[in-house]
């Protein structure tokens, strides 16, 4: 069981395989990777969506550096599958608010996939991880 969500590509600034010389462990499981000299936090995407994860090493995924109101940070993922074209479908029209998430498509396979809300992930990254919400308030000053 996985969960299959996408991201819009105006949002990615790139993704990458970190190596361990890159991360840097904080306390409490609060991970920044260093990105061509610049530390970027790290979210762990599978935690805020209630979601099984392969792996909790940044190092056995990939991450995904993704820019939002001018700061960047990673979002840490057990695969990319691919580009695709799809048809959003609120989900606050159709069923209700979920936090994280901007609504949701059909495959071609007829799985539901989500559609990640940088926004909402911000919001999550920071009620859930102190040192996100402290440096998302510190860089953009």
């Known amino acids: 069981m996985y969960c299959c969500a996408y991201l819009s590509l105006l949002s990615i600034v790139e993704s990458l395989r970190p190596s361990s010389k890159q991360i840097v462990h904080m306390p409490n499981r609060r991970d920044v990777i260093n990105v061509r000299g610049e530390t970027v936090p790290l979210v762990f995407v599978h935690q805020l969506l209630g979601a099984p ?76 991880y102190m040192f996100f919400s402290s440096f998302w308030r510190l860089s953009s000053e």
Not at 85 to 113: C, P
Request: glycine share 14%; aromatic share 6%; with cysteine.
């Open 53 to 128: 994860a392969r792996s909790f090493d940044p190092c056995d995924g990939l991450v995904i550096v993704v820019e939002y109101n001018g700061r960047k940070f990673g979002l840490v993922v057990d695969e990319l599958i691919g580009q695709l074209q799809v048809v959003m479908k609120s989900l606050e029209a159709n069923y209700g608010r979920v936090n994280g998430i901007a609504g949701a498509t059909i495959l071609g396979d007829g799985r539901v996939a989500m559609i990640i809300d940088l926004a909402g992930i911000v919001r999550l990254a920071s009620s859930l």
